[in-house]
């Protein structure tokens, strides 16, 4: 009996990391189909050539893939996978499967922030303005989770608590939002707006660089506290039992989500359900066993992201509709596709 145990568990193992290996490929189609698509259709042996030849090789052809496409399609991949890394470990320390990186307000302080930006030209001092509406907009949404953890530390607040914390911030963070609309001008309000509706057309190898710095230094941390997670899921009590610090391992998970999305929304503005829909697929997939759902997650949110990336470019020829209005089409359809399914398999 034992034996078959371990045969079992050993196949389950390698049915997920298959799994893995597979979202893997997947993303890679994804991405390179992204470089591929835009105004000028490129063939795909076209833009391999011009990848594997380097940014120095010159030509018409390297300065489309490599100045135009490639930072768009990089920023997709990489936003995609730290918001659904993000709502992966969200929906674990929270106990809510519809919660995700903007439940806490995340989104709607990196708003403000931007709008303070936009309409009023408000933000710290000795920053450049070309860089002033994301550090706006990344300050706010780290000052909201700290004010949130803050919050609850003092209250000693738990769980649900925390989730009603943050949604009350999530409408006092919206209001401020909507009054400073009401004084903005038409252009200052024309930006504001634009930049609401998310658009990876702002990504440059600079912004690049500090997402995946962000990633980077996340992912070690979210891969430490796996175990500590996944033991959250089968409840605080059992997971004291089995010696986790759980205060400590939601606090870390929270910061975790902060930077995460303080970074994302901070580049691109605000992007819904990839945080939502990447680790409800996730889970469908590979389990709770966040050794897994962890990574697991992050492909499928670089996956959806990429694709619809690709969908925004195609909607209407010859425009780039902004990512944000993509994913909220794809991905109700998408989420309540999951659900269903879900609730037939149960």
């Given at each position: 009996m034992a034996g078959e145990a371990a045969a079992?568990?050993?196949?389950?193992?390698?049915?997920?990391?298959?799994?893995?290996?597979?979202?893997t490929l997947l993303l890679l189609a994804a991405f390179l189909l992204d470089v591929a698509t835009g105004p000028a259709r490129l063939p795909l042996s076209t833009v391999t050539d011009a990848l594997l030849a380097g940014r120095g090789a010159g030509g018409p052809m390297s300065v489309i893939v490599w100045d135009v496409r490639l930072p768009y399609a990089i920023m997709a991949v990489l936003v995609g996978a730290a918001l659904a890394l993000a709502g992966a470990e969200m929906q674990t320390v929270l106990d809510n499967p519809l919660a995700s990186p903007f439940t806490l307000g995340v989104s709607s302080a990196a708003s403000l922030g931007?709008?303070?930006?936009?309409?009023?030209?408000?933000?710290?001092?000795?920053?450049?303005?070309?860089?002033?509406?994301?550090?706006?907009?990344?300050?706010?949404?780290?000052?909201?989770?700290?004010?949130?953890q803050f919050l609850a530390r003092l209250r000693g607040a738990g769980v649900q608590a925390l989730v009603l914390f943050g949604i009350a911030l999530v409408f006092a963070f919206n209001a401020l939002v909507a009054l400073i609309q009401f004084v903005a001008t038409e252009q200052a309000l024309q930006q504001l707006?634009?930049?609401?509706?998310?658009?990876?057309?702002?990504?440059?190898?600079d912004k690049i660089a500090i997402l995946a710095a962000a990633l980077a230094l996340c992912i070690p941390f979210s891969a430490r506290a796996a175990w500590r997670l996944t033991a959250l899921r089968?409840?605080?009590?059992?997971?004291?039992?089995?010696?986790?610090?759980?205060?400590?391992?939601?606090?870390g998970s929270l910061l975790r989500v902060s930077l995460l999305a303080?970074?994302?929304?901070?580049?691109?503005?605000?992007?819904?359900f990839v945080g939502l829909v990447g680790p409800h697929a996730a889970r469908l997939m590979v389990g709770e066993d966040h050794r897994f759902f962890l990574p697991a997650s992050a492909l499928c949110g670089a996956l959806l992201l990429s694709l619809s990336s690709v969908a925004g470019k195609l909607v209407v020829p010859g425009l780039l509709v902004p990512i944000g209005i993509v994913t909220a089409l794809v991905g109700v359809p998408v989420f309540l596709a999951l659900v269903m399914g879900r609730g037939r398999v149960s």
């Open positions: 079992g568990y050993r196949r389950l193992i390698l049915r997920r990391a298959l799994l893995l290996a597979l979202l931007a709008a303070l930006a936009i309409v009023l030209g408000t933000g710290l001092p000795f920053v450049p303005m070309d860089w002033l509406i994301p550090t706006n907009a990344f300050v706010f949404a780290l000052a909201a989770m700290l004010l949130l707006v634009f930049w609401s509706m998310g658009s990876l057309a702002r990504s440059s190898w089968l409840g605080e009590d059992r997971a004291r039992s089995f010696g986790v610090d759980t205060e400590a391992t939601r606090r303080g970074v994302s929304v901070a580049f691109v503005g605000t992007i819904g």
